[in-house]
């Protein structure tokens, strides 16, 4: 009978190996082979990390059972010590970079390298897929039940890459002199990898405000990466009506103008004003007010300085105030089991009352205080002690969603320009405002884009890329994919301190107890069946 019915139980508490509808979606028409070799093999691994080698054999062994064209192998790529350096740098050059982990056995400690990847390959394409979710200041046991939590998202998102075609399309609105394209080159490249990707310009309103109108509405999201020239009432128009069409939107907006570049001369200060994009009107309909203010906290980024003279100057990390970095005790699919967002110079969102709803994504960290514009800010403020007691205005908004029917900042208003089945109330349609335009600015090394995210003077990755792919993700989702993120799983492990203090005691006690007790029933047996049988 079991040859012919087959079912499998989940009796865990929090169904960790039952697959999400959305996945079971990506995967049920499948009819060519999806090959994945996991890198998770090896005998030297920390038991944490053995933990995390076992829950991805269960759950690809739940998507094989889901349909039969998955395979996967779990493969030792540095078995042979004799070509290790030569597989290192081969994997490395494909992007699969190596992790040195600590491992603890027996109260010794050593190293161990890993390659914490997965390759999916169907019909002749092949993704990577990350198995390792990293976290600023995580513990090795923590690293593995955030990367837990985080596994069935990553294989679903693979899947999603190689069986879905792209179908969803993004403008990058340009002419109000958004960053130049090899400063966000590392994100939209990233965006290609699921969606269509056109850059957009709103020059031509000025001629042709209908055309662009329809051009625009072509677009199922755009993403104005900060603009630092303001939009006029013939651009506002457009982009209220694109909403109102239904169209998703992602702004990354500064309401004051301050670089850090800016701060790298001989004076080391600059001053920081507020700068006026039009767009205040804009926002303020829609519920939300982005004020010109900086948010400065004691939560923050480092910012890398030559201190000293001459040839006997160092690079040092220093506290900055105004490079928060900003979290989220949500679970939101966008922001749950993220990494910290790096901002530079953020200002505060206010949210307003209306009929939209409001999500706060991301915010500061409790010691904060905002400071007015115009306001001059030097680097000097790297050398003085802050004052905890100053950092008091507590947690600021960074970035929140909007989803809802927005009603048009033109309604009841004279119209720049006659708009042909003009509209006062939007579809249902979601629009996500983020107080600072660098969240999306990636480095450049020799004019080169490096990662976003991506701290060259620390070696720290920060969750930037993530958190906006999520962005754009939850915003254009129509499968639900984006909701397997918000799945929460406890991961339990042992006390490593405890296993080697009470080593010893287990060991006996596993080795011993069974035969005492196997020794007592055995002459319990004997003398009963003696009595028994000799009377």
């Given at each position: 009978?079991?040859?012919?019915?087959?079912?499998?139980?989940?009796?865990?508490?929090?169904?960790?190996y039952?697959?999400?509808?959305?996945?079971?979606?990506?995967?049920?028409?499948?009819?060519?082979?999806?090959?994945?070799?996991?890198?998770?093999?090896?005998?030297?691994?920390?038991?944490?990390?053995?933990?995390?080698?076992?829950?991805?054999?269960?759950?690809?062994?739940?998507?094989?059972?889901?349909?039969?064209?998955?395979?996967?192998?779990?493969?030792?790529?540095?078995?042979?010590?004799?070509?290790?350096?030569?597989?290192?740098?081969?994997?490395?050059?494909?992007?699969?970079?190596?992790?040195?982990?600590?491992?603890?056995?027996?109260g010794?400690?050593?190293?161990?390298?890993?390659?914490?990847?997965?390759?999916?390959?169907?019909?002749?394409?092949?993704?990577?897929?990350?198995?390792?979710k990293?976290?600023?200041?995580?513990?090795?046991?923590?690293?593995?039940?955030?990367?837990v939590?985080?596994?069935?998202?990553?294989?679903?998102?693979?899947?999603?890459?190689?069986?879905?075609?792209?179908?969803?399309?993004?403008?990058?609105?340009?002419?109000?002199?958004?960053?130049?394209?090899?400063?966000i080159?590392?994100?939209v490249?990233?965006?290609?990898?699921?969606?269509?990707?056109?850059?957009?310009?709103?020059?031509?309103?000025?001629?042709?405000?209908?055309?662009?109108?329809?051009?625009?509405?072509?677009?199922?999201?755009?993403?104005?990466?900060?603009?630092?020239?303001?939009?006029?009432?013939e651009?506002?128009?457009?982009?209220?009506?694109?909403?109102?069409?239904g169209?998703?939107?992602?702004?990354?907006?500064?309401?004051?103008?301050?670089?850090?570049?800016?701060?790298?001369?001989?004076?080391?200060?600059?001053v920081?004003?507020?700068?006026?994009?039009?767009?205040?009107?804009?926002?303020?309909?829609?519920?939300?007010?982005?004020?010109?203010?900086?948010?400065?906290?004691?939560?923050?980024?480092?910012?890398?300085?030559?201190?000293?003279?001459?040839?006997?100057?160092?690079?040092q990390?220093?506290?900055?105030?105004?490079?928060?970095?900003?979290?989220?005790?949500?679970?939101?699919?966008i922001?749950?089991?993220?990494?910290?967002?790096?901002?530079?110079?953020?200002?505060q969102?206010?949210?307003?009352?209306?009929?939209?709803?409001?999500?706060?994504l991301?915010?500061?960290?409790?010691?904060?205080?905002?400071?007015g514009?115009?306001?001059?800010?030097?680097?000097?403020?790297?050398t003085?002690?802050?004052?905890?007691?100053?950092?008091?205005?507590?947690?600021?908004?960074?970035?929140?969603?909007?989803?809802?029917?927005?009603?048009?900042?033109?309604?009841?208003?004279?119209?720049?320009?006659?708009?042909?089945?003009?509209?006062?109330?939007?579809?249902?349609?979601?629009?996500?405002?983020?107080?600072?335009?660098?969240?999306?600015?990636?480095?450049?090394?020799?004019?080169?884009?490096?990662?976003?995210?991506?701290?060259?003077?620390?070696?720290?990755?920060?969750?930037?890329?993530?958190?906006?792919?999520?962005?754009?993700?939850?915003?254009?989702?129509?499968?639900?994919?984006?909701?397997?993120?918000?799945?929460?799983?406890?991961?339990?492990?042992?006390?490593?301190?405890?296993?080697?203090?009470?080593?010893?005691?287990?060991?006996?006690?596993?080795?011993?107890?069974?035969?005492?007790?196997?020794a007592?029933?055995?002459?319990?047996?004997?003398?009963?069946?003696?009595?028994?049988?000799?009377?």
């Open positions: 009978m079991s040859s012919k019915v087959y079912k499998r139980f989940d009796l865990t508490a929090d169904s960790r039952t697959l999400s509808q959305s996945a079971i979606a990506l995967i049920e028409d499948v009819d060519s082979p999806i090959v994945i070799d996991v890198f998770l093999e090896g005998e030297d691994f920390p038991s944490e990390f053995r933990r995390l080698q076992n829950e991805t054999r269960q759950l690809l062994e739940e998507f094989a059972a889901k349909n039969q064209n998955i395979f996967f192998n779990f493969i030792n790529p540095l078995a042979n010590d004799a070509n290790r350096d030569q597989v290192i740098q081969q994997l490395t050059q494909r992007g699969l970079t190596p992790m040195q982990l600590s491992v603890t056995e027996s010794k400690s050593s190293k161990a390298v890993i390659f914490p990847w997965a390759l999916a390959s169907y019909n002749e394409q092949t993704v990577i897929i990350p198995l390792v990293n976290k600023i200041g995580a513990t090795q046991q923590e690293l593995v039940s955030n990367s939590q985080h596994l069935e998202y990553a294989f679903a998102d693979g899947f999603s890459k190689l069986t879905k075609p792209k179908r969803r399309k993004i403008a990058i609105l340009k002419g109000n002199k958004q960053l130049e394209d090899k400063y080159a590392d994100f490249k990233k965006l290609g990898e699921y969606y269509y990707i056109a850059p957009f310009t709103l020059d031509s309103v000025s001629q042709s405000p209908q055309k662009t109108l329809e051009g625009i509405n072509a677009f199922d999201l755009i993403i104005s990466a900060k603009p630092t020239e303001a939009f006029t009432e651009e506002k128009l457009v982009l209220d009506q694109y909403t109102m069409n169209g998703k939107s992602l702004w990354l907006v500064d309401a004051i103008a301050m670089e850090k570049d800016s701060l790298y001369n001989d004076r080391g200060s600059n920081g004003i507020p700068r006026d994009l039009n767009l205040t009107d804009f926002f303020f309909k829609y519920g939300v007010r982005i004020n010109p203010v900086m948010v400065s906290t004691l939560f923050s980024a480092p910012i890398t300085l030559a201190m000293g003279e001459g040839s006997q100057s160092q690079f990390h220093l506290k900055w105030t105004y490079s928060p970095l900003a979290g989220s005790s949500s679970n939101h699919p922001v749950n089991n993220i990494n910290l967002v790096k901002f530079d110079f953020a200002n969102i206010d949210t307003l009352k209306n009929g939209i709803k409001k999500t706060i991301l915010e500061s960290a409790p010691l904060t205080k905002l400071e514009t115009p306001r001059e800010v030097s680097l000097d403020v790297v003085k002690e802050q004052d905890p007691k100053l950092f008091n205005q507590g947690n600021q908004t960074l970035a929140v969603l909007l989803e809802g029917e927005f009603s048009s900042a033109y309604s009841n208003r004279i119209k720049p320009f006659e708009v042909a089945n003009v509209k006062d109330q939007s579809a249902s349609t979601k629009m996500i405002i983020i107080a600072d335009g660098d969240v999306i600015k990636n480095d450049l090394i020799r004019n080169a884009p490096q990662e976003l995210g991506f701290d060259r003077w620390t070696g720290q990755t920060y969750g930037n890329k993530e958190f906006l792919l999520n962005a754009v993700n939850y915003l254009l989702d129509d499968n639900g994919l984006i909701n397997i993120r918000s799945k929460e799983i406890a991961v339990a492990f042992l006390d490593q301190q405890k296993i080697t203090a009470q080593k010893t005691k287990w060991q006996l006690i596993n080795i011993l107890l069974p035969l005492v007790l196997l007592v029933f055995g002459f319990g047996f004997n003398y009963i069946r003696k009595k028994k049988y000799t009377s």
